[in-house]
């Protein structure tokens, strides 16, 4: 019988037979009636002996003869309801929400899962404990910071003391692993999300004791207050957004341990009704009546079918009778159910060939009332679903795939998986999806599995690993490859795992079970929606979110089982296209048929867009939106407004009067108000098929993700369904099914919402690992240079080399892990895939012209973001060179850059400086540059590189009024940046010098270093426009040419001064090595500066080098001996032979100015001889530009030379030709210079330094406020005095 009979009105109510019932039915006969019902129900008082005598048993005394057996195991009345001798409270023990907390938490539905969302929250149970030995677990959903274990009813807690901070307080804190009692000692292992505690009283020996997933930690408290009045109840503190579950013995302990008992009792007499019940389920389906030979057979119970013998169906629905109510509760659905059915599984094999599990749900939907078998699946998935998240990591992921395979195995149960699909939040099914990195490499196995460990051992210039060292010795490539070997051995277990999780995803996404109603896959759409419309709009909560973690591994295992539906589509309709070349048509952005919440797009606000380009959408989609649906969206809008606020609003808060909704990935499905399809307008086709009439499109408008069907998504006679409104320019070809292009809209969603944060965040481990494979090879390198006769020294070196190299085995063997689940060749396939859908969807909408409004910004972000991740984190392990037609790819998203990065359709001010970060990034690297190069002509717009330079060069020339704005900006930039990064330092130097102990903000530190860079970065933009456009300063019949070069000795001196002076502040904060500085060195910006000079004052023309010469000797801030010390001249008199330092790019090579425009400047590593004595060449002391000959070429060194030698000569002449000043003479605003303009019209004086640097901002003169017109020379008149 098929899962299609759960609508039959054989319930089990009306399999009973009367009194009435012939001795002879059509069923059997009965005395072979008799001996099966006694053979299925045996009695456990009757021995073998006395079966002879047993009474004659029909379907007319089963009912009493079951109950009479169950009534056998039952406690008397006298023991059923006696309170249990020890313990205080209520039979239920869940958390007390009424007067049991402090602080802010979120408390799930069943008061057994609590949230902190406050500094530090604390809550206890509503059952105490006084005498005795009992237990209870905490799930660990989160790592972080906690307190857990027992407290008295006089403990008080706050926002800053929580249990074990009191005196009756005792606690056990995971996460910086210690116990807590008014003091703390170290206590314990760390712990990680997944992980069990078990916390143990003793109040008969007075001690608490903690396990964690099933090992003891230890006696952690002993002599706890223990006397009259002294009761302790369970409880917790924990920090904002941790958040763990609760089983006092609702459900039974994972761990139990001998001796100690849960605190609430576990249902005896329920759990043996439903074993004996379930006993006798197992001789139905494993016993056959054989009614030609009048005998019972023996069967293996695998094979039972569920044939609709009458016998077989009227003795299970007495069974079900009294079996059905009990799979009600967890508890019995946990312990018995779930572990019959993980036993049928046991033997292994595929899960298709295990069809009794199928057979049992059918006989579940045919013998139990609906609202019976809804609830025992819906426990049965949440039992599953936690054994599968908090079970131990085993080499084999034994447990992981056992669970697994009967979540797959009841998934195939059609009418199950489509309840399941309906009641059971798709948010909570994520969690199979998972699989987490195990903390703990020695209890997870991965010893055994990778026994030999690796990392790299040799570095580049620049400290990053060399992919395939030249040298490597025999034992390192020895030592390499066992480790490759473990890690393949991890992978392909690994592996298994995603399999099963793909199979669990394939069945949800089935479209072709239409027999039991809706098919899955529409089912899943609707609620992955509505998924994805709670991750997006509580992008403020993050403990409203589905942790990222899950979402990384959700979005992998999605995008195979969908192009796995796509390849299949194809093969079934060869005219569409395959999934590697899939791409999302641009109508579901502007048709309103998929729901984008309020995520922002490119044209800016929906309402907006709908108003300014309903004549376009006419024109370029057959689409008409009607007026009053436009004037109805826009006072939607206000309304939304005062609701929202801004986008990151959570759905909840209005509904529930200001509270914010409970996260669903832990509690039941959230409470809210029905969220309403925001983006959907109401439309019709200029030429429709049929009239579309106003009711329907009301209907249309007010449809939510819930009420849609399959011909909403997918269309039906004339009806394109998602594809409604195609634009004339997008090819009539069949593309997929359309409900897999609303998938693959909602993973590009998914990657944008948490998962490429996530990919970020794991790269730790690999920079771990590098660092601590530098530290290790540091100390080997001071272990060899260290003397013998220093054996304190030898000692301690030796201990810092062990606990290096035991973090680096701990941690490779984690990386292996996590490359195996987060970056490995599949995950970067999958990535790049989405990275070329992506381009492809930009290229489609980008065709539609001005609908090209209407895209989300999203898939832009995820465009740049996707490549990003596969430059940055996936590498070294896999490379992105080995990507098939990356190059191409390369190209493609190049294009979309240089020619979105000043697209007017883009009005958002975030993606457009998204875009030109991106553009800047892009161009900083060989291989992107070169697909920048790429690009056709017309799309190409101005960025550093050896084609695209020479169009620069050009617009600067010819354009002389934006040049000149241009270089105002970057000098007003540079100068800022300079200033803040001044600043900066010098607060640094302060809080250092003080005698106190103070700490520096981290913040203030990246803030400081970015100021620095900055400037670094915008010196080298200088740098790069001098050298390719030298007459915007020296050529002074060019308008504000000598303004710019004034203003840029003036910077240029400035930075000099302060960056070489000796014993000055750059100095004293490089000297600090503080963290999050180490950018901050004297390399990076001094050689920007020694660059710019070099070009001015000795590749230039000679009326240019005078004029430079000149303006740079005049600046009141001009010091030669600032010039000296890039030479090292102030370490030992000498002139040394030194380098420009244009990192290559203000020579007349043809070398392109790559780095200026985007990348900061990595300070090289210097030859050990270029510091003796370990004293680094970046000190005032011993500074020299010579200490970095690999990057400065011998040209170089001697332009370097000549510039000091043409300034020293330059300024002795100056100096001499030098007549004293009076002070008449001298400018009134600075006092520094002598008066050289004479302002018109009003005849007012001052030096030209002050003059210009007035002028850049202001028109008005000094003293009178008149417009000045005109600045002219001035020279005092010859015989005046």
């Excluded at 399809?677 to 049929?690: D, E, G, H, N, Q």
């Excluded at 008066?1235 to 003059?1251: E, L």
Aim: glycine share 6%; charged share 25%.
């Amino acid at each position: 019988m098929s899962s299609k009979g759960g609508g039959t009105a054989l319930t089990r109510r009306n399999y009973r037979v009367g009194s009435d019932t012939p001795k002879a039915t059509g069923i059997v006969n009965e005395k072979l009636l008799s001996d099966y019902l006694h053979h299925v129900f045996p009695s456990t008082k009757q021995g073998p002996a006395l079966a002879s005598l047993r009474k004659p048993l029909g379907f007319q005394d089963l009912g009493a003869h079951i109950e009479r057996l169950l009534s056998e195991g039952e406690p008397t009345e006298d023991t059923r309801d006696q309170p249990i001798e020890g313990r205080l409270g209520p039979q239920t023990v869940v958390l007390d929400h009424t007067s049991g907390f402090e602080g802010l938490l979120f408390v799930d539905d069943d008061l057994l899962g609590v949230i902190g969302h406050s500094n530090f929250s604390s809550i206890r149970a509503t059952t105490c404990v006084y005498k005795g030995k009992w237990a209870y677990e905490v799930l660990i959903s989160s790592q972080g910071l906690m307190q857990i274990g027992w407290c008295t009813l006089n403990c008080r807690f706050n926002q800053e003391e929580g249990v074990g901070d009191t005196p009756d307080s005792y606690a056990y804190d995971g996460n910086r692993v210690r116990k807590w009692n008014v003091t703390t000692t170290n206590y314990g292992k760390s712990w990680a999300a997944g992980d069990i505690v078990s916390c143990l009283i003793d109040l008969d020996e007075a001690t608490i004791t903690f396990c964690l997933n099933g090992q003891s930690l230890g006696t952690a408290f002993t002599n706890i207050k223990m006397g009259p009045g002294i009761a302790y109840f369970p409880a917790i503190s924990l920090s904002f957004k941790e958040s763990v579950a609760f089983n006092f013995g609702s459900r039974p302990l994972r761990y139990p341990v001998e001796g100690y008992v849960p605190l609430q009792n576990p249902p005896t007499a329920d759990l043996l009704k439903a074993h004996q019940l379930l006993g006798y389920v197992k001789n139905v389906i494993s016993t056959i009546i054989d009614t030609q030979e009048e005998r019972l057979v023996e069967k293996d119970c695998a094979a039972w079918r569920l044939h609709g013998e009458p016998t077989i169906l009227i003795t299970l629905a007495h069974i079900f009778n009294h079996f059905a109510p009990l799979m009600c509760k967890v508890y019995l659905v946990e312990d018995v159910l779930m572990n019959f059915l993980l036993a049928i599984l046991e033997g292994g094999g595929a899960v298709d060939e295990h069809p009794l599990i199928q057979q049992l749900l059918d006989l579940f939907w045919l013998l139990m009332e609906d609202y019976e078998v809804n609830e025992c699946l819906k426990q049965l998935m949440m039992s599953l679903l936690r054994a599968y998240r908090f079970s131990p990591i085993i080499p084999d992921l034994g447990f992981q795939i056992h669970y697994l395979r009967l979540t797959t195995a009841i998934l195939r149960h059609e009418k199950s998986r489509k309840y399941l699909l309906i009641t059971f939040d798709v948010l909570r099914s994520v969690v199979f999806f998972y699989i987490k990195t195990p903390l703990r490499v020695k209890e997870a196995g991965l010893e055994e599995l990778i026994p030999t460990t690796w990392w790299p051992t040799r570095f580049d210039k620049e400290g990053k690993d060399e992919r395939e060292p030249k040298d490597e010795s025999a034992d390192e490539r020895l030592r390499r490859r066992a480790y490759e070997r473990g890690c393949q051995r991890l992978k392909k277990r690994i592996e298994v795992v995603e399999e099963l999780q793909v199979q669990i995803l394939m069945l949800l996404l089935n479209n072709k079970d239409k027999g039991t109603g809706e098919a899955s896959r529409y089912i899943f759409l609707n609620k992955f929606r509505k998924f994805l419309q709670e991750n997006a709009s509580n992008r403020g909560h993050p403990t409203a979110l589905c942790p990222p973690e899950y979402m990384v591994c959700f979005l992998h295992r999605l995008i195979t089982a969908v192009r796995m539906y796509w390849d299949e589509g194809k093969r079934k309709t060869p005219s569409s296209i395959n999934s590697d070349e899939a791409y999302v048509p641009p109508q579901l952005f502007y048709n309103g048929k998929v729901d984008y919440f309020d995520l922002q797009r490119l044209g800016g606000l929906l309402s907006h867009l709908k108003k300014t380009l309903k004549d376009d959408l006419a024109s370029k989609a057959n689409i008409i939106i009607d007026p009053a649906e436009i004037q109805t969206t826009s006072m939607d809008d206000l309304d939304e407004d005062e609701e929202s606020g801004a986008a990151q609003r959570p759905f909840g808060a209005v509904a529930m009067g200001g509270a914010l909704a409970r996260p669903s990935w832990l509690s039941s499905p959230t409470l809210g108000r029905a969220n309403r399809f925001l983006s959907t307008a109401a439309v019709s086709l200029m030429t429709p098929r049929r009239p579309l009439a106003p009711p329907e499109k009301v209907k249309v408008r007010t449809l939510t993700v819930e009420q849609r069907t399959e011909e909403d998504i997918e269309g039906s006679h004339g009806n394109d369904g998602l594809l409604l409104g195609r634009p004339l320019v997008e090819p009539d070809q069949p593309i997929a099914e359309k409900s897999l292009l609303e998938i693959v809209d909602g993973i590009v969603m998914m990657y944008n919402l948490s998962v490429h944060q996530q990919l970020g965040k794991m790269v730790v481990v690999s920079d771990d690992v590098h660092e601590y494979a530098v530290a290790l090879k540091d100390t080997e390198e001071k272990l060899a240079r260290c003397p013998p006769r220093r054996a304190d020294i030898l000692d301690e070196l030796q201990k810092s080399q062990k606990v290096f190299a035991e973090k680096l085995n701990h941690l490779s063997r984690r990386l292996a892990w996590i490359n195996a689940t987060i970056y490995s060749k599949e995950k970067m396939l999958d990535v790049y895939w989405l990275l070329r859908v992506c381009i492809r969807t930009i290229e489609h909408a980008d065709n539609t012209g001005s609908l090209f409004a209407f895209a989300p910004e999203f898939y832009l972000n995820v465009a740049m973001n996707a490549y990003s991740a596969l430059k940055n984190y996936f590498s070294p392990a896999n490379s992105m060179e080995e990507l098939p037609g990356y190059e191409e790819t390369l190209t493609q998203l190049a294009a979309i850059l240089a020619k979105h990065f000043a697209d007017p359709r883009i009005v958002g001010t975030d993606i457009k400086d998204s875009l030109m970060q991106a553009l800047a990034s892009y161009v900083c690297y060989p291989q992107s540059l070169r697909a920048v190069e790429r690009i056709p002509e017309e799309q190409q717009e101005p960025c550093p590189s050896l084609l695209l330079q020479r169009h620069m060069a050009e617009l600067l020339s010819v354009d002389k009024e934006m040049a000149a704005s241009f270089l105002n900006s970057v000098l007003n930039q540079l100068n800022w940046a300079f200033s803040e990064f001044i600043g900066m330092i010098q607060e640094i130097q302060q809080a250092a010098e003080r005698p106190e102990r103070n700490f520096v903000d981290t913040r203030q530190l990246k803030v400081c270093a970015t100021c620095f860079d900055l400037s670094v970065s915008l010196l080298r933009v200088l740098e790069m426009t001098v050298t390719l456009v030298p007459e915007i300063f020296l050529d002074w019949s060019r308008p504000s040419a000598e303004l710019l070069l004034r203003r840029l000795a003036q910077l240029l001196n400035q930075v000099l001064n302060r960056v070489t002076a000796e014993r000055n502040l750059f100095d004293r904060v490089v000297n600090l090595r503080l963290p999050g500085l180490e950018s901050v060195d004297h390399y990076p910006i001094l050689v920007a500066v020694t660059g710019i000079l070099v070009r001015i004052l000795v590749d230039g023309e000679r009326q240019g080098i005078s004029r430079a010469a000149s303006v740079l000797l005049s600046d009141p801030c001009f010091q030669l001996h600032s010039i000296q010390h890039l030479l090292g001249e102030g370490g030992d008199g000498s002139i040394s032979t030194v380098a420009a330092a244009l990192g290559k790019a203000a020579a007349t090579t043809v070398t392109p100015v790559v780095g200026p425009l985007a990348a900061a400047i990595m300070t090289p590593t210097l030859p050990s001889s270029a510091a003796p004595g370990g004293t680094s060449p970046a000190d005032h002391k011993h500074f020299s530009l010579h200490a970095y000959t690999d990057y400065i070429s011998e040209e170089e060194q001697r332009k370097v030379e000549r510039m000091l030698s043409f300034l020293t000569e330059e300024s002795k002449q100056a100096a001499a030709s030098t007549a004293p000043t009076s002070e008449e003479d001298l400018c009134p605003i600075c006092y520094a210079h002598s008066i050289s303009a004479i302002f018109k019209p009003c005849s007012h004086k001052s030096c030209k330094a002050c003059i210009n640097q007035h002028l850049m901002n202001n028109k008005d003169c000094f003293f009178c406020k008149a417009t000045i017109t005109g600045v002219e020379d001035y020279s005092k008149p010859a015989g005046s005095s």
